[in-house]
């Protein structure tokens, strides 16, 4: 474990965590809500530093990130916890295992805390040297900080972008949108890019389906780009709950708003944890997502998890000529010429190099 940077001392040996927008209030010898930051008497410390419960090298398209550095590797990384609770997580089992400990031992503080600490000390090391060694020996050039919400273990995730930094690799959240205002303050001058989840498009669905909030998330996102971070969002369309025409219009609008080349990418639901009764999203309803995207003004609107549907590639926004074809998170031919498109030499907007 570390001492956390992101927190306030307050009386009585509680704490304010900082490093997301619910800003816990934790009473010593208590976490917060994602369940790996503990007031350690009248001090916050981080439990998950340096032991990340999933490592993998991923295809940077499957982060996914369509306008940032295509066709390469990226060193991934993620800790148990997180910040949201979404009843659709892909990675629940690691994303929520704090707080299904804090269910299970509800009643029994000192076995809640023997287990916690059993589970995170399981997990491999890998501290930040040992990323960036790796990664430089490897010749991989970023590292995503993903799986779950990266802000709930920020100083890790700090101190291996820093390294990151200094040794000429890139940095990449792929996160909830949810961090609070001193962690983007703090991250963004070592953060490259950043994926947000704008999960749907209404509190209602935020505070029943993911038991979050959606205010922050919006605000987020302009945040990211205020701050020069390439940013791309992301929503998981599902059947029932978030994919109105009414909603995805909304979504849209609010991008173009912001800047209608932000890349949007709209991708498949498949049951996962607490939602195993909805159907799978069907290719239509992201060929339907596709075009409101790009009639409200979006430049590059991305469909995924059914792989082989047009809106897959990259098309230039001008000439509609093919830039970058995709089969799945992978590369098939990248057209682009000096960042332009070869055709009409529209430029397109990402970190290519
Ligand atoms: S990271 Fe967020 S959820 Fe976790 S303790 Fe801090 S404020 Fe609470």
New binding site residues.
């Given amino acids: 474990m570390k001492k956390a940077i ?2 306030e001392k307050l009386p009585a040996s509680a704490v304010r ?8 209030k ?1 009473p010593e010898g208590t ?7 503990e007031n350690i008497k009248g001090d ?1 410390y981080l439990l998950v530093y340096g032991k990340p419960i999933a490592v993998h090298i991923d295809p940077i398209e499957k982060k996914p990130l369509f306008h940032f550095l295509p066709g390469t590797e990226i060193f991934s990384i993620g800790t148990y ?1 997180c ?1 949201f609770s979404c009843d659709f997580c892909q990675n629940w089992d690691i994303s929520q295992s704090p707080r299904e400990l804090k269910i299970q031992y509800a009643a029994d503080k000192k076995a809640l805390r023997e287990n916690l600490y059993r589970m995170i000390d399981a997990c491999e090391d890998w501290p930040p040297e040992k990323i960036v060694e790796y990664c430089i020996r490897n010749k991989i050039p970023s590292i995503a900080y993903t799986y779950n919400e990266p ?2 273990f ?1 100083e890790y995730a700090y101190d291996t972008a820093k390294l990151a930094r200094e040794a000429g690799l890139k940095n990449i959240f792929v996160s909830n949108g ?1 961090e ?1 205002i001193e962690a983007i303050e703090k991250i963004s001058p070592y953060l490259d890019a950043n994926n947000i989840d704008l999960k749907g498009w209404t509190e209602d669905f935020y505070n029943k389906i993911c038991h979050a909030r959606l205010a922050p998330v919006k605000e987020n996102i302009k945040r990211f780009r205020d701050a020069g971070v390439w940013v791309e969002v992301t929503t998981l369309l599902i059947p029932g709950h978030n994919d109105s025409d009414n909603e995805l219009k909304s979504i849209a609008e609010f991008l173009v708003n912001i800047s209608p080349e932000i890349p949007w990418h709209v991708t498949a639901f498949h049951p996962s944890y607490k939602m195993q009764n909805v159907p799978s999203t069907p290719a239509k309803t992201l060929e339907r997502a596709y075009k409101i995207g790009k009639a409200a003004g979006l430049k590059y609107v991305y469909t995924g998890n059914i792989w082989g549907l047009e809106g897959e590639n990259t098309h230039c926004p001008k000439c509609s000529e093919l830039l970058i074809k995709r089969s799945g998170a992978s590369v098939v031919e990248n057209y682009l010429k000096n960042d332009a498109c070869p055709k009409c030499g529209f430029k397109i907007k990402g970190i290519w190099k």
Wanted: some cysteine; charged content about 10%; hydrophobic content about 40%.
């Fill in positions: 992101l927190y965590c900082k490093a997301c927008s619910w800003y816990c934790i976490t917060g809500i994602c369940g790996v930051r916050l916890g910040s802000a709930i920020f949810f609070s």
